[in-house]
């Protein structure tokens, strides 16, 4: 249960104000379809982040174990830091040849690929080193970020709240790498 919870708080935390909000927002306001674009991002999280913890498991029996505590909490700490950074606001684009299912699922996976919350799957892979509690819980904070965002968000959206949040789940990246070296 702590990889699930451990997955689900920081992906959820770490997602708000991510450029990944940013589309789903603007995926919405193309579409005005939620349900279609909501299925897209989980598949894409859903297969994104699966590789993502494979990845991280496959580094967690390569890598010698007393090097494996140093590397996670620097990654950790890493991340956190990288969380102070905001996101630049990315267009979607004028094509949508797809309809906004495969869209979503296309944009958002690529989206993803380097993303800080990728990143951070595989940290918490090496950490907990359970595939499925992680990528549920990765999966269900991905959600649990964008789902607001994809009814409501462009209603109650301000800059104050995301600066505040980029820099709790910097704080809780932070602590979570302090953790793993201690």
Do not use: C
Not at 23 to 28: M, R, Y
Not at 60 to 71: E, K, Q, R, T
Request: hydrophobic share 60%; net charge negative.
């Amino acid at each position: 249960m702590d990889a699930f919870l451990s997955s689900t708080l920081l992906v959820a935390l770490g997602e708000i104000g991510d450029k990944t909000q940013l589309l789903s927002l603007a995926l919405v306001m193309r579409y005005r379809k939620p349900w279609p674009i909501l299925a897209g991002v989980i598949v894409a999280t859903l297969v994104n982040h699966g590789i993502s913890v494979w990845f991280g498991d496959w580094l967690a029996d390569a890598i010698p174990a007393n090097w494996l505590h140093w590397i996670l909490g620097l990654s950790f700490i890493a991340l956190g830091l990288w969380m102070l950074i905001p996101d630049k606001d990315e267009e979607v684009g004028d094509k949508y040849r797809f309809g906004p299912f495969l869209t979503s699922l296309v944009l958002f996976f690529i989206a993803e690929i380097g993303d800080k919350t990728q990143v951070a799957t595989v940290a918490l892979a090496v950490r907990f080193q359970e595939f499925w509690p992680v990528l549920l819980g990765t999966t269900t904070g991905m959600i649990a970020a964008n789902l607001p965002v994809i009814w409501v968000a462009h209603r109650l959206a301000s800059e104050r709240f995301e600066v505040w949040a980029h820099r709790i789940s910097a704080a809780l990246f932070i602590a979570f790498g302090v953790w793993a070296l201690i």
